[in-house]
């Protein structure tokens, strides 16, 4: 049904990193998610009534959150949509993770309700009646939510979207919470062993965990997290296309919000080639990433030697004696200025986070092998870098 209307209303549905369309997906989605869990609230509470189940009508209600979520998405996502002011000149894309963190809010706020409800129903048990009807509405919700979890999820996934994420964790979780609820009515139908308060407090655990996960998902975004690989590797892919350019380092990602990322780069160029055209080149990759992955793009070059025996042979022996003290470090910037007493070797280090030697003792092992491999009259100047991404 969602691939159908995705159709007929989105004309370029396959430009995930255009605002527009993005907005277009998520107003869409949020609609039918509207629609879907106002009929599931209908239904579950007419079952609730029914059946004086209290898991049931706690599950109906839960289905009434989602519907509020669903709200919060389609808001979320209009308001994220909007274009670039005076006030926001990076857009408003990060709306779209408060969206997402505004409906992981609503999931643990009902996860607590509804552990509260289940424990009161334990102290005081009643029992439960249960039919046809409230049988097969129960097996209809749960197909429902399932393709409610799949549309998100797979929509998400293309858009790299955190609130679809969540609504899609948030709609499986559902589907565990109402396959419990029907066991429990079963075993209270054919047992007499009333179960009910007891399946509460499993689905108010399960939809818990969703909430906690979805915060999870919509958080890291907002508080600054590493670029996915793909999009890493597309980056190294243009750039070091040209064959003037002999590396990449320092390489930034920010995130405004989808479709909204500024990523600045330095890259190596050979400093003995003309710097006019050098320029024109790194002009050249900064146009081809903004038109192929749709961010803003700032080069810095950074020259290097790269037809000087002597200093060539330099930097590898540095690169060989940083590569044995951990496989993980990598070196740039490799520069070597020669005095009449000593010759310093100027380069940077990136080092991981929680790496297993500080910088400092990393820079004094550096220095000490140096002096015993290369020579007592060079010295190191070491810069050391985190490393950014993955």
């Not at 209908?42 to 289905?63: E, P, R, Y």
């Not at 997402?100 to 005081?124: N, Q, T, W, Y």
């Not at 996960?213 to 890493?232: I, R, Y």
Request: with cysteine; charged share 20%.
């Amino acid at each position: 049904m969602v691939t159908l209307l995705v159709n007929l209303f989105i004309q370029e549905k396959e430009d995930v990193q255009n605002p527009q369309v993005r907005q277009q997906y998520g107003m869409l989605c949020g609609l039918v998610g509207i629609i879907l869990n106002i009929l599931l609230f209908l239904g579950k509470f007419l079952a609730g009534l029914m059946s004086h189940s209290i898991s049931i009508t706690a599950d109906a209600f839960n289905n009434l959150s989602d519907a509020g979520s669903s709200c919060v998405t389609l808001v979320g996502f209009k308001m994220a949509g909007a274009k670039p002011d005076v006030d926001h000149p990076f857009g408003h894309g990060r709306i779209e993770y408060i969206a997402g963190l505004i409906v992981s809010g609503a999931i643990l706020v009902m996860a607590f309700e509804l552990v509260k409800g289940s424990v009161e129903k334990i102290l005081k048990p009643e029992p439960v009646e249960f039919n046809l009807l409230v049988f097969w509405i129960l097996l209809a919700s749960i197909f429902v939510k399932f393709y409610m979890a799949f549309y998100n999820y797979k929509i998400g996934k293309k858009l790299t979207s955190a609130a679809m994420r969540a609504t899609a964790i948030d709609s499986l979780s559902d589907t565990c919470a109402t396959t419990v609820v029907l066991v429990g009515a079963l075993v209270g139908r054919f047992t007499g062993v009333q179960i009910d308060g007891w399946c509460g407090v499993l689905v108010g655990l399960f939809i818990f965990y969703a909430g906690i996960s979805a915060a999870k998902d919509t958080l890291n975004p907002l508080l600054g997290q590493p670029p996915e690989e793909e999009f890493v590797c597309k980056i190294e892919e243009i750039v070091l296309a040209y064959e003037e350019i002999c590396g990449i380092h320092d390489l930034l990602v920010h995130d405004y919000g989808p479709g909204r990322r500024m990523i600045s780069l330095h890259v190596e160029v050979p400093a003995e080639g003309n710097i006019l055209l050098l320029h024109d080149v790194v002009d050249n990759a900064e146009m081809e990433l903004r038109k192929n992955l749709n961010c803003e793009a700032v080069i810095h070059m950074d020259p290097v030697v790269t037809q000087d025996a002597y200093v060539l042979e330099l930097k590898s022996k540095i690169e060989d004696l940083i590569k044995e003290i951990d496989s993980v470090l990598t070196m740039h910037d490799f520069r070597v200025v020669a005095g009449q007493t000593h010759t310093n070797l100027i380069f940077d280090v990136v080092v991981p986070y929680k790496f297993h030697i500080s910088d400092e003792a990393l820079s004094e092992r550096i220095q000490r092998q140096v002096g015993i491999r290369i020579g007592e009259n060079y010295f190191v100047v070491i810069q050391v870098d985190k490393a950014y991404i993955k």
